[in-house]
Antibody
């Protein structure tokens, strides 16, 4: 059974940093690209970032480019999102998600909440 | 960036009725990269349809997807009580640009 468990969310001041983690199990982790997708309270889904299975290619939404960094440790079956220069508009539930190979997500975690507030 | 516009914003129907949800893209989208998701309150989204028309594992056959180019449709043939939720389309384009539509809320009439 595929499981994705996010952690690392919390409350941070504008301009601050936070690192999200996602522990994956139930599939061959390095065979699949992984995503971060976020959802602001009461709003729709927003794609944040994507990393290839070997970690060699990364992609970002324009809204986070230059501030967020996606990475993975295939030896630990783990995905990460380093978030710097956080803004109030980054407040959201952040989902870790697995790609099926078509830039399409077939499994999602339950999310970790990030609140950026002074 | 390709913008996806879903319509209607809210759809009010009764169980047993047919639901037709639309997703229109600002530029042509490869059918291989068009997906639909269902999200219920307090839950993560669930993949329904990928490649515009292929049902994901475990998805009932009352859900179907169709379309090409800039116009795509999700059809639910006979609504069950558990189908009332928010539905999102999603596409992958160049860059890569992965974008979601703003969602259609399917509510019980």
């Amino acid at each position: 059974e595929v499981q994705l468990v996010e952690s690392g969310g919390g409350v941070v001041q504008p301009g601050g940093s936070l690192r999200l983690s996602c522990a994956a199990s139930g599939f061959t982790f390095d065979d699949y690209a992984m995503h971060w997708v976020r959802q602001a309270p009461g709003k729709g889904l927003e794609w944040v970032s994507l990393i290839s299975g070997d970690g060699g290619s990364t992609y970002y939404a324009d809204s986070v480019k230059g501030r967020f960094t996606i990475s993975r440790d295939n030896s630990k079956n783990s995905l990460y999102l380093q978030m710097n220069s956080l803004r109030t508009e980054d407040t959201a539930l952040y989902y870790c998600a697995k790609d099926i190979g078509l830039f399409t997500i077939d499994y999602w975690g339950q999310g970790t909440l990030v609140t950026v507030s002074s | 960036e390709i913008v996806l516009t879903q319509s209607p914003g809210t759809l009010s129907l009764s169980p047993g009725e047919r639901a037709t949800l639309s997703c229109r893209a600002s530029q042509s989208v490869s059918s291989s990269y068009l997906a639909w998701y269902q999200q219920k309150p307090g839950q993560a989204p669930r993949l329904l349809i990928y490649g515009a028309s292929s049902r994901a594992t475990g998805i009932p056959d009352r859900f179907s997807g169709s379309g090409s180019g800039t116009d795509f449709t999700l059809t639910i043939s006979r609504l069950e009580p558990e189908d009332f939720a928010v539905y999102y389309c999603q596409q992958y384009g160049s860059s890569p640009g992965i974008t979601f539509g703003q969602g259609t809320r399917l509510e019980i009439k």
